[in-house]
């Protein structure tokens, strides 16, 4: 285990990071022992964190609907800052409520020999997720992590080969995604690794193309990270994802 643990933190500090919805630790709901208001002894406890989600590069592809406009090559980035408010049920199972606002969202596609972008800086991420600790043997876990949610309200502008336009969009995406994997336990620091699937459906309306509308390209990837615990109410967590896109993601949580 202790080659598992090496293994981990080596690739969270030198791989190449990927993008999706932050996953966190298959642990999670085990990590903090004890809270600041709620007794140990109680069944249920509250947590709340603070999380900044980045995805760097994240392949797209037209729909079915927009697939005979010659597009090619699209792509999406975002920044998000994301509110968690969790309910822990027995230090196995958690239910989240997700909300924040979307700081940058921006969009790229070629499309008749032009390269368009469509920038927005405006926007309100909201989601839902639920994590299930299913297996513990010693100092390991196996668990799992369903996220659900989007971001609503996006728009901005329009640029074509780099140079902007007058011209403005509206935009919304939503996306599912199904994480299962695999941590450690090693004192203060707990690495973690795993794989995921995640779909995303994004729509962008503009008065020059009326609506195009995107799905990701890859849907299957990995993520690999490690929470630092700070005594028995907080914690800090670093992720990466691979494949299916390419992201980072920093938390830090407590437990009331």
């Given at each position: 285990?202790?080659?598992?643990?090496?293994?981990?933190?080596?690739?969270?500090?030198?791989?190449?990071?990927?993008?999706?919805?932050?996953?966190?630790?298959?642990?999670?709901?085990?990590?903090?022992?004890?809270?600041?208001?709620?007794?140990?002894?109680?069944?249920?406890?509250?947590?709340?964190?603070?999380?900044?989600?980045?995805?760097f590069h994240k392949q797209l592809r037209p729909c079915r609907i927009s697939s005979g406009l010659g597009i090619s090559q699209p792509e999406m980035s975002w920044s998000l800052a994301v509110c968690d408010l969790g309910w822990n049920i027995r230090e196995r199972f958690s239910l989240h409520l997700l909300a924040g606002p979307a700081a940058a969202v921006q969009f790229q596609w070629n499309q008749l020999g032009l390269s368009w972008a469509a920038s927005s800086d405006q926007g309100m991420f909201w989601g839902g997720s639920s994590k299930l600790i299913v297996l513990e043997v010693q100092d390991t876990t196996f668990g799992v992590d369903f996220h659900g949610g989007g971001i609503e309200w996006m728009q901005g502008s329009i640029s074509i080969n780099k140079n902007a336009t007058?011209?403005?969009?509206?935009?919304?995406?939503?996306?599912?995604?199904?994480?299962?994997?695999?941590?450690?336990?090693?004192?203060?620091?707990?690495?973690?690794?795993?794989?995921?699937?995640?779909?995303?459906?994004?729509?962008?309306?503009?008065?020059?193309?009326?609506?195009?509308?995107?799905?990701d390209l890859i849907q299957v990837g990995m993520y690999e990270g490690c929470t630092f615990t700070f005594g028995p109410r907080i914690f800090l967590n670093i992720e990466a994802r691979q494949f299916f896109e390419s992201g980072l993601a920093v938390s830090g949580e407590i437990r009331f």
């Open positions: 285990m202790r080659v598992f643990s090496a293994v981990l933190v080596f690739g969270i500090l030198f791989i190449r990071t990927a993008e999706a919805s932050l996953i966190g630790c298959p642990s999670n709901p085990a990590t903090l022992e004890e809270g600041f208001l709620i007794s140990d002894q109680c069944w249920s406890n509250v947590h709340a964190s603070v999380s900044g989600d980045f995805i007058p011209v403005k969009f509206s935009s919304r995406l939503y996306f599912w995604q199904l994480a299962g994997g695999l941590s450690q336990n090693a004192g203060m620091f707990r690495p973690y690794a795993g794989a995921a699937v995640n779909q995303l459906v994004s729509i962008i309306r503009a008065p020059i193309f009326k609506k195009l509308r995107f799905h």
